[in-house]
């Protein structure tokens, strides 16, 4: 489990060029702790398994599936990532609960930047935008945001310089695609409904 609160940026040290293999992330270990092997680590919004860490390194094994999901096969050598380690019992919950489980690509449809942020406009894919909500959470490659509006295709997110200082949103630009994950609260919502449904169709059968 992760909060969306991007704690350190990496580089792809050794790329996947659109297959499933294992991917290398330079960056330097933070908060004064060292790389664990089998910890869990959300590198652009996708949680992935460290299995190799040396020299300021750490390697994680990307499938199949995974490649097709989400931006991580498309990720070029010294291309920005973020990064968070996973949520630690005491840890404070600044963003939103995220499960580092993707849930599909969005397109940038445009990003205009200004001295006191950015605005980001997003277009999601269809099966996506009806768990989107004004003023609620959408997790953007692996970055806790607020959703400012929604007019389908679209959704507006606000980005504050603190956000375009320490993430690798701030190198984003129209055509660009990036890794979506839905509140966790809307899924959950979504399934106790269709299962109540379900089961006033069972007990009514049952009358």
């Known amino acids: 489990m992760f909060t969306g609160l991007v704690v350190a940026e990496g580089r792809v040290a050794a790329g996947l060029q659109g297959r499933p293999g294992r991917l290398e992330i330079a960056a330097q ?39 097709a999901r989400t931006t991580l096969g498309a990720l070029a050598v010294g291309a920005i990532v973020n990064l968070e380690p996973a949520l630690r019992a005491g840890d404070a919950l600044g963003g939103h609960m995220v499960s580092g489980h993707v849930d599909g690509v969005a397109t940038v449809e445009s990003f205009v930047g200004g001295q006191e942020g950015a605005r980001l406009r997003l277009r999601m894919p269809g099966e996506l935008l009806r768990y989107v909500a004004r003023k ?10 607020t959703v400012n509006g929604v007019e389908d295709p ?18 984003l630009a129209g055509g660009r695609q990036v890794n979506v994950e839905i509140d966790l609260v809307a899924r959950y919502v979504e399934r106790l409904l269709s299962t109540a449904g379900a089961s006033t169709g069972y007990q009514e059968m049952r009358s």
Do not use: Q
């Open 29 to 67: 270990a933070w908060r004064g702790r060292t790389y664990v092997i089998g910890e869990s680590i959300a590198v652009n919004g996708v949680c992935l398994t460290v299995v190799e860490a040396r020299n300021g390194c750490f390697a994680a094994d990307v499938s199949a599936e995974t490649c």
């Open 136 to 145: 609620g959470s959408v997790c953007v490659d692996g970055v806790s945001l």
């Open 154 to 171: 679209l959704i507006d997110i606000t980005l504050v310089p603190h956000t375009l200082a320490c993430t690798g949103l701030r190198t």
